[in-house]
């Protein structure tokens, strides 16, 4: 019988699960992979409610030509595969909803993370400009520096040169 293909609607791919939360890059992948196996689980749930659908059918189908005569038994039979394909069509329409469901959340992480990967590539863009600066200010800074002991030394030696002069202008005075 097709029915034990249907899972109870106690199971796992009947209950609609809590909503994403922003998690880290490595646990979102895990997020979004486990979301797509489910996708394919209820996608496969699906299409075989779908085949027993469309057997159930043809069984009907096949039931009213064969028993003509019998319209009692054949109404019965009828109802009750009735009652049948409605439960499944039941069940596959609430399997549908929950794929869409899952669908927008895949879709809502997926484009989550194609906007933290652009807001990435913006903070190492803004990262490298940043380096940049702090390289040309630390090269600055390193020739500021050269010419700040340039011109110590220069206002050493002209220290020097002054006293020097200072010296010798002592010694014309004294001679004098």
Do not use: W, Y
Not at 70 to 75: K, S
Not at 136 to 149: F, Q, V
């Amino acid at each position: 019988e097709l029915s034990t293909v249907i899972p109870s609607s106690d199971e796992s791919s009947d209950r609609i699960p809590k909503p994403c939360l922003p998690p880290s890059s490595k646990k979102r992948h895990e997020e979004v992979r486990r979301l797509n196996l489910k996708v394919k689980h209820l996608e496969k749930l699906n299409s075989s409610l779908l085949a027993e659908l469309r057997l159930r059918e043809k069984m009907t189908d096949a039931g009213h030509s064969a028993q003509s005569s019998e319209a009692h038994v054949d109404g019965l039979v009828t109802k009750t595969l009735l009652d049948e394909i409605k439960k499944q069509r039941e069940k596959l329409q609430a399997s549908l909803a929950h794929n869409e469901f899952i669908r927008n959340q895949l879709e809502g992480v997926l484009t989550s993370s194609i906007g933290e990967v652009e807001g990435k590539k913006n903070l190492v863009s803004q990262l490298r400009e940043m380096s940049l600066e702090l390289e040309r200010s630390c090269s600055l800074c390193l020739d500021l520096e050269r010419r700040c002991i340039a011109l110590e030394s220069e206002r050493t030696t002209l220290k020097e040169a002054a006293d020097n002069l200072r010296v010798e202008v002592v010694t014309l005075r004294a001679t004098l």
